[in-house]
């Protein structure tokens, strides 16, 4: 079953502990608006091999979602798993691709190349600016009467966790399994106009994961899971994700009657038939897509409705024949502000 208690958690870090011992985890002391404390535990290895957790940081994140969690009040605040409510989904979200996360031991002897000091340059860097804030998703625990906080001392006791992607999990971590519920972390530096975003995936779980439930989907008569793989020579049928990738679109267009477009590149080596391909927006609307795309080419595909690309900000999703994602972007109503401009991504 989904988390029970799955929102974000919103305020100042004033304090941080390096994750070691077992189980490390990387925490993260915040305090709110109204002096509540909460501790951020994030997971800095996994329990499953693997250990070593995939990591993505983007320095400059640039997302409609940052114009939604911005509204939102001091403290922790709960989120309906859809995409309207600022809940994270790494897959459905469009917040990164699959090929950007890469491994990283939680400490290695050096600087700067493990994930407790990648995490601790981003946290200190909070601490140290009284107006930068902080944005933690995932599942809430306490308030623990009568129990201090272990790591802060504060009472009482108080925090979120599960600061990852839950969903496509393995084994016992199945229950963990939901849509619009993964973890992840955002730093908001206003006074540079800038948002920083953490996220992270155990290498036990899967990318491609049934709509509904978060499952991992099975392919095949073993039930393996649809993980991309390498970009390595294979079959047309099972070319990893992201060889057809959109690269730019038109969402405020100055023509009347308006005319959107998205194009789309074949980096294989390959032509690949786009019949039985989909186009998706921001709420679900798909349209199908047709014909070949040559190796090497580009593609434009005029939007018709029912999909439409909204000029406040929006996600464009490409789905291949078995309704698979192949790639996805996104936009901000600030990107799109400009009418006539064509967007890159």
């Known amino acids: 079953m989904p988390l029970n208690n799955y929102g974000v958690l919103k305020g100042r870090a004033i304090g941080r502990r390096l994750g070691s ?20 535990a994030i ?13 993505y940081i983007k320095p400059y994140f640039v997302h409609p979602l940052t114009s939604t969690i911005e509204a939102l009040p001091s403290g922790f605040s709960r989120l309906a798993p859809n995409s309207g409510s600022g809940a994270l989904d790494l897959i459905r979200g469009n917040l990164l691709q699959p090929g950007m ?33 902080v944005y933690a998703f995932g599942e809430r625990w306490g308030p623990e009467s009568n129990k201090a906080d272990k790591y802060f001392g504060f009472l009482p006791g108080n925090g979120i966790h ?12 199945i229950k963990d399994d939901g849509v619009w519920q993964d973890g992840g972390a955002l730093f908001h530096f206003p006074l ?31 039930g393996e899971p649809r993980n991309p793989d390498p ?56 349209m199908p897509l047709s014909g070949t795309i040559e190796p090497g080419a580009p593609l434009r595909i005029d ?10 900000g929006g996600i ?15 936009y901000t109503r600030q990107q799109a502000n400009q009418p006539g401009w064509t967007i890159i991504f």
């Open 316 to 330: 464009i999703t490409l789905l291949n024949q078995n309704g698979l994602k192949v790639h996805g972007v996104s």
């Open 101 to 133: 996360m890469t491994p990283l031991p939680p400490d290695l002897p050096g600087p700067d190349n493990d994930l407790n000091e990648k995490l601790d340059q981003i946290v200190q860097r909070a601490m140290a600016d009284e107006e930068a804030l």
């Open 162 to 173: 599960d600061i990852h992607m839950n969903q496509g999990n393995v084994g016992s971590f």
């Open 192 to 222: 540079q106009r800038q948002w920083t975003a953490v996220f992270l995936k155990f290498q036990s779980q899967s990318w491609h994961t049934d709509d509904r439930t978060g499952h991992t989907l099975a392919e095949g008569e073993e």
């Open 43 to 55: 997971n800095v290895r996994s329990q499953l091999a693997p250990s070593e957790l995939m990591y």
């Open 231 to 286: 970009i390595v020579p294979q079959p047309t049928e099972a070319l990893p994700d992201g060889l057809v990738r959109i690269i730019s679109a038109m969402v405020n267009s100055i023509e009347s009657p308006e005319k959107e477009w998205v194009n789309i590149l074949n980096a294989s080596d390959r032509a690949i038939s786009l019949a039985g391909w989909q186009l998706a927006d921001k709420q679900k609307a798909k």
């Open 303 to 312: 939007i018709q409705p029912p999909v439409a690309l909204s000029n406040k």
């Open 21 to 40: 011992g077992s189980s490390p985890h990387y925490q993260i002391h915040l305090v709110d608006e109204t002096g509540t404390h909460y501790r951020i």
